[in-house]
């Protein structure tokens, strides 16, 4: 399975920005994780084949939307009211079922760097 993510850039605080992941095989479950220079891989969200369950981060929710389209196999993330503190390299993640540990994935794109400016 080869995931290609992109849609990253910089943005300024408070912006948006939406990140597309599209993958070589239908996996029923597709997703994001982060991880900014320093720190731990950090789950972002994740949804199901249907799309109708939809997991999020605590640091995310609220600002960030996951949905899918089947017909292309891909993912997309709309992330809302950005901080800084939401800088870091996403990857996109596909696999059987939905996790919030990064070592249940099996499958990684490449990731695509976010950068917010305060």
């Known amino acids: 399975v080869q995931l290609q993510a992109s849609g990253g850039g910089l943005v300024q605080a408070g912006g948006a920005l939406r990140l597309s992941c599209t993958s070589s095989?239908?996996?029923?479950?597709m997703g994001w994780f982060r991880q900014a220079p320093g720190k731990e891989r950090e789950f972002v969200a994740a949804?199901?084949?249907?799309?109708?369950?939809?997991y999020y981060g605590d640091s995310v929710k609220g600002r960030f939307a996951i949905s899918r389209d089947n017909a292309k196999v891909t993912v997309y993330l709309q992330m809302n009211s950005l901080k800084s503190e939401d800088t870091a390299l996403y990857y996109c993640?596909?696999?059987?079922?939905?996790?919030?540990?990064?070592?249940?994935?099996?499958?990684w794109g490449q990731g695509t760097l976010v950068t917010v400016s305060s």
């Open positions: 993640v596909a696999d059987r079922l939905v996790s919030k540990a990064p070592s249940a994935w099996h499958y």
């Open positions: 095989a239908a996996d029923p479950a």
């Open positions: 949804t199901t084949w249907y799309g109708r369950d939809q």
